[in-house]
């Protein structure tokens, strides 16, 4: 039996559209197939051997695996973390083949005090590794061990007070707490976690405020006092007590929180690989990997908190108004 | 020292001596490393990640530290014979060095590089091993206040060089200063003559501006010539007898190579200090406190022992506040912090007595890299010293090439090798009209850090300049500062009038 088949115009058409599609979409599916085929490359805005670095070689030692290539970190910081930034929005590629892993609370705080040269909403979080309320602490050798005795030192005398850097959230929960007691704390800027630790150890300030993640990985040469938030570690932080309760305060929690982040038009560009990266981001936290190989960093298991893309965008949004209602005490204007 | 450390110590030097076979390879590294600018010990470490944490602690561990030493010492190579101060830790190195190796004096040169390395790393280490309990409080003294006499101890040397021509000099001087300020404050983060160029808002890079100044504007100043070596310099064939002498006149000043690293150690233990402060402030001294200062600068041996010293001296320095305190001393040793970490050791007081051998495995490890590290090195100048025999038409390019690779590479941005060569013809033209190109270079490196403590010191004080004497530490460094810049004076004055006696 023979069939005879007649092809019109429609059919033609039809065709001929459906062959057009496939072939344009051919490399965008080959690509979606191929991704990656080579490394990521992130951009860290600190100084490498800090907290961010630690959290970053202990995320991506499993992220890479359900990924299939490795992370190539590259430290970029400088002006309160806004280097990095600015290099990875002016100069990276936005082709999912290059994130940030930056920390949500101060870096972010840093736009409301000087606007950036790129658009904020330009780029967003899209998976966070960990949380961690920031916390006041002093040297184990410094003269005030205890709250009352910073509070007693500063009705006397304007006490230096290191942090990171002026806009921080811990500098903000140091600002609300000066505050409520009555007492004005002078805050300088010792750039960066090592150098704040390094302050209230050797004595260069009164004490220091920071997040509480690089406060316990500085082990027994600090002692916390207060945490800006709650202190779900316990002995850890020394059982300090959070702010709200000793003082009877309705603080927000100040937080560090480190998160991935790409371009917004890598994401809106090639869905494909954005899904790729979103779906292993999230499986990476179901393998117990994790959790050894953040422990095996000095971080706190119960920091270890996964939050998406809407948690991440609400996170930034707060820290922007926090930001801009504490600008003027943090930026000496 | 009790019996059990004691025990602890011999039985992790032969377990470190039985690691020979990672510390040789490593040590070769580490010179290749420390000699090619941009790249140090702390990226190498970074790159070599991987393979660092698939090691055991130990083998880590002496990897890491054997590294350390080595590079810091390859960085001084480069910096005798062309002129390129790999880091900022070698930046005072080239000021006598190199003029040794024009006047083919390379080979004694190096000689004298690697036994006042080895010996003063060697001496550092063994001192910060005896003394660690006392060394780790160095930096609950030296606060900002104290470090802004520190600095300008090494600032000061801009006066010394400028002697020959104080106007040109200090001009000099305040150019680098003013190319330092470049970049964000450090209070408020504000950019302040960046010209809204990214790429120098964490201020002047300083690698680039290394090679720039010295390197490429010194390759541009061979080019004009046949060989590096003066046409007056000595026979140029390499033989044993260099090195040999090269050994001779660095061990008859070792009370210089054991002072200038103990300055060394001492700066090296406070945190955020480093090998630059360290071998300029050690050059600035050792000129100070010399019978003969106006041979600094034209090939002293003291001229070159001091700065290496003193940097190697940092090298031990920096574990220090590691150890004891849990705080790295500098950029590597912070690398080390997270590797170390990765393997479950927590630094910080009891780290000595939780795992002891990790503590003292780690200055063993030190001790027995700079032992080898003579008995391999040493040799090798001899060959390295060739170097300065490669006529220019091929040296001045590979100089040019290299230093723009190693001007990019810290950073990997472009503008980096372009600020390199812009640095380059700032150079040619400051050594053309009679500018000293290290003068602007202090200001450079030391500026920001001057800077820094300054601020700091302000800050504190709400803005009373009388902070700058309100400790008493901070107020002996200051009549040390002023002797050391007066008692010079007097001494030249004494040895002229001696001298003119005789002549009446």
Known sequence: MSMKQTINRRTLLGTGAAAAALTLATPALVRANTFPDR??????????????????????????????????????????????????????????????????????????????????????????????????????????????????????????????????????????????????????????????????????????????????????????????????????????????????????????????????????????????????????????????????????????????IEECAAFKQSMLELGARYKSLLTGA | MDSSTASILVEVFFETIGYWYIIVPTILLGLIVGGIPGFSAANTIIILMPLTLALDLQSGLVFMISLYCSARMGAGIPAILVNIPGTAGAAATPLDGYPMAKQGKGQQALAISFVASCIGGLLTTIIALATMPILARVGFYMHSVEMIVVMLFGISLIASIAAQDMVKGLIAGFLGLMIGSIGTDVVYATPRGTFGILELY??????????????????????????????????????????????????????????????????????????????????????????????????????????????????????????????????????????????????????????????????????????????????LSRYMSHVTTIPTIYLAPMIIAFTLVGGFVPREYMFDMYLALAFGVLGYIARRTGYHVAAILIGVILGPLLEKYFLWSLKKSDGDIMVLFSSTLGNILWVAFALSIILPIVFGMRRKRKFEVPAE
């Open chain 1, 39 to 308: 490394n990521i490359s992130v951009y860290v805005p600190t100084s490498e051997g800090g907290g961010a670095d630690r959290n970053f070689r202990a995320f991506s030692s499993v992220w890479k695996e359900k990924l299939g290539t490795d992370f190539e970190p590259g430290f970029y910081p400088g002006a309160s973390g806004r280097v990095g930034y600015e290099i990875y929005m002016g100069k990276a590629e936005p082709d999912c083949y290059n994130l940030i892993f930056g920390n949500m609370g101060p870096e972010v705080l840093n736009w409301a005090m000087q606007e950036p040269s790129f658009d904020v909403n330009d780029y967003f979080y899209f998976g966070q590794v960990d949380k961690d309320p920031c916390c006041l602490f002093v040297g184990a050798e410094s003269p005030l061990q205890t709250m009352d005795d910073i509070i007693a030192a500063a009705k006397t005398r304007r006490l230096n007070v290191g942090t990171s850097r002026m806009a921080h959230p811990a500098s903000i929960g140091l600002l609300a707490l000066g505050d409520k007691l009555g007492v004005d704390f002078n805050l300088i800027p010792l750039q960066g976690g090592k150098g704040t630790v390094a302050g209230a150890v050797t004595g260069e300030v009164d004490f220091s405020v920071l997040t509480s993640g690089s406060v316990i990985a500085a082990g027994d040469s600090v002692k916390t006092l207060l945490v800006f938030g709650d202190n779900i570690v316990g002995e850890a932080l020394d059982n300090a007590p959070s702010i709200n309760d000793a003082y009877d305060m309705d603080l927000p929690e100040m937080l560090s929180a480190r998160a991935f982040g790409i371009h917004q038009k890598a994401a809106d560009d090639f869905p494909d690989r954005f899904e790729l990266l979103t779906s292993t981001f999230r499986e990476t936290f179901d393998d117990p990997k994790l959790m050894e190989a953040y422990v095996a960093q000095k971080g706190q298991p119960e920091y270890l908190q996964y939050a998406g």
């Open chain 2, 202 to 379: 964490d201020g002047v890079p300083l690698i680039p501006a290394l090679v720039g100044l010295f390197a490429v504007s010194e390759a541009f100043v061979i080019i004009e010539k046949r060989v590096i070596v003066n046409h007056d310099g000595e026979p140029k064939t390499p033989n044993w007898g260099d090195t040999f002498d090269g050994v001779r006149i660095a061990l008859k000043r070792w009370v210089h190579i054991v002072w200038t690293s103990i300055i060394g150690l001492v700066i090296g233990v406070i945190p955020g200090a480093g090998a630059s402060i360290a071998s300029f402030v050690a050059y600035q001294q050792s000129r100070s406190f010399s019978k003969t200062p106006e041979l600094y600068g034209t090939g002293h041996p003291e001229g070159l022992i001091a700065p290496e010293s003193a940097n190697n001296g940092v090298t031990s320095g920096t574990l220090v506040p590691l150890l004891v305190l849990g705080i790295p001393g500098g950029a590597t040793a912070a690398i080390m912090l997270v590797v170390m970490q990765f393997h479950g050791v927590s630094f910080g007081p009891s780290l000595f007595e939780n795992q002891p051998k990790v503590g003292y495995g780690m200055f063993m490890a030190m001790a027995v890299s700079y032992v080898i590290m003579f008995l391999t090195i040493l040799p």
